[in-house]
Structures are given as C-alpha cells and as structure tokens.
C-alpha cells in the first residue's frame, strides 16, 4: 500500500482516536484518579483517602437501594422488550399488507429524544390516564402510579418498553430476513406447525440477533437516566432512584464528586461483568441449539 494512501487512512482514523481519548478516555481516568480522594467536585483543594471511599459504598443503604432497583428494573425491562419485539418483528416479517408502512410505525420511537418520550408520559400518567379511570370506574387507574412507592417503576418499565421495542425489532427483522423460506417450505411438507417451526427453525438460526438484543437491552436498562428525570426525578422519596442518577445527583449536586466517582467505577464493572456473562451464556446456547 502506498504511502499516499496510508496517510489517507491516518488521517481518518488519528482525529477519531484524539477526540475518542479526549472526551472518553481522559475524564473516565479522571474520575478513577478522584475517586482515591475526598473532592467535592467544586474546591482545588483534597486529600487521598485511598479505598475508603469503596469500602462505603458496601455500607450505605441508599447505594443498595439504587443497585436493587435498577437490577430489578433492568431485568423486567430486558424480558418484555425482548419478548414483545420478537412477536412483533415475526409479525412484521409475515405476509400482511402495508407491511413497510408497520415497520416504519414501529420504528419511530427510536428517533424519538427519551426526554421528550419521558414528558409525554408523565403527562398521560398524570392527566389522561387518571381521568379515563374517575370516568370508568377503575380504582387502580384513577390515581397517577408516579406517584405511588411501590408502583411508580412499573410506569418506568412501560415508557422503557414502548420506546426500546424499536431498535431490538428492527434487529430480530435483520434476523429473521437471513433464514431461507425453502426450510419452512420443507418444515411444512413434513406437517410442522408454526409453534415447531419457531422453535426448531427460527429461533435457533436468530441466537445470535438475540444475543445481541439481550445484552444491549440489558446494558440499556442498567444505565436508565432520562426516563427518571423525566418521570419521577428519583421519587417518590427514593424509590425510583437509579444508580446513574444517584451518582449524577450526588456528585455534581451534593458535593459527592469523588464517592460517586468511586460508585461510577464500581457499577462500570458491574456492567460490565454482566454483560460478559451474558455473552458467554447466551453464545453457548447458540452452539447446543
């Protein structure tokens, strides 16, 4: 390869790596390097406490509480997605008219900014939901779940839900679109029904896709922000209050910078020791289907 054209590829990939390091990389070393001290985010001044910051962290009950509910949180949200897009992208893989029409119907709420998704439902939960309620009858439906400690997550979970469909649709399609029909056509002369085409067919030769939705969805639902923000800001009380928000509103709010630095770090390895778990369980059942 010439040297023309190398430096071509340098110069497409050296500003990428500098902006990469200097937006990613750089701040994550910082924020490990604070997370040894006591800074409260604002002075110039701190000290080095070495692991006493890690060593709280297992201690505090607010820390817990987030770690439960966003765990909690991440695995309903993680199934229904999953679930309710592949049902959907089988559908929109099906024979049915104004089929590119539905795919592009569903599709749209990924394009949609979360924020705004988040504001729309905190309004219907707030002033539309409830008055179909009072109008009906139903107890349950006349009072704003946001609201409630023990049910404002599953309003969390539904506007999760609505909105991460989407993505994990459009990738079962993707799948869906790379088996070849003469195995269903072959399935059918030997009297298979769709239920014994889905599981000996379908399902295992999209693995893979399922593989990837899982482990994105998961990652997706344990970082969970916007939607907190948007619907109840971590209330009622505590009760909805996640460990991303926890460790935004505890550092650059409450003086917290380096204990939620030291919160960050750990919950990075949190994440990232479920998603390779996940990966290396869900590929191994790729390989025994």
């Known amino acids: 390869m010439s040297s023309k054209r190398m430096a071509t590829y340098y110069w497409m990939t050296i500003p990428a790596v500098l902006l990469f390091f200097l937006f990613l990389t750089l701040p994550a070393i910082q924020g490990i390097f604070y997370s040894f001290t006591n800074w409260n985010g604002f002075g110039k001044e701190y000290d080095f406490v070495g692991f006493r910051n890690y060593v709280s962290l297992f201690t505090d009950n607010v820390v817990g509480e987030a770690y439960w509910f966003t765990i909690k949180y991440a695995v309903v949200v993680t199934i229904f997605i999953n679930i309710f897009s592949l049902l959907i992208a089988v559908g929109l893989n099906s024979r049915i008219r104004f089929r590119n029409f539905f795919r592009g119907v569903y599709f749209l709420p990924n394009i949609l900014s979360v924020l705004i998704v988040g504001y729309i439902f905190n309004y219907l939960f707030s002033n539309v939901f409830t008055v179909w309620g009072q109008t009906l009858g139903i107890n349950w439906l006349s009072t704003n779940i946001l609201g409630n400690e023990s ?12 909105q991460g469909i989407a993505l994990n649709t459009i990738l ?3 799948g869906l679109q790379t088996i070849s029909h003469d195995l269903y056509e072959a399935s059918s002369l030997d009297g298979a029904g769709k239920w014994r085409e889905f599981w000996s067919i379908t399902f295992p030769l999209i693995a893979p896709f399922f593989t990837i939705n899982m482990v994105l969805a998961m990652k ?6 916007d939607q907190i923000v948007a619907l109840t800001n971590g209330g009622p009380g505590r009760a909805t209050q996640s460990i991303s928000f926890l460790i935004y509103t505890g550092g650059f709010e409450g003086g917290e910078f380096a204990y939620q630095s030291a919160n960050s770090v750990i919950y990075f390895i949190v994440i990232a020791v479920i998603s390779i778990l996940q990966i ?10």
Do not use: C, K, S
Not at 157 to 162: D, H, K, L, N, S
């Open 280 to 289: 290396r369980f869900l590929q191994r059942r790729e390989m025994d289907m």
């Open 151 to 162: 049910l404002a997550w599953i309003g969390i979970v539904i506007v999760a839900v609505w």
């Open 220 to 225: 997706n639902a344990l970082m969970v922000f």
């Open 172 to 174: 079962y399609l993707a």
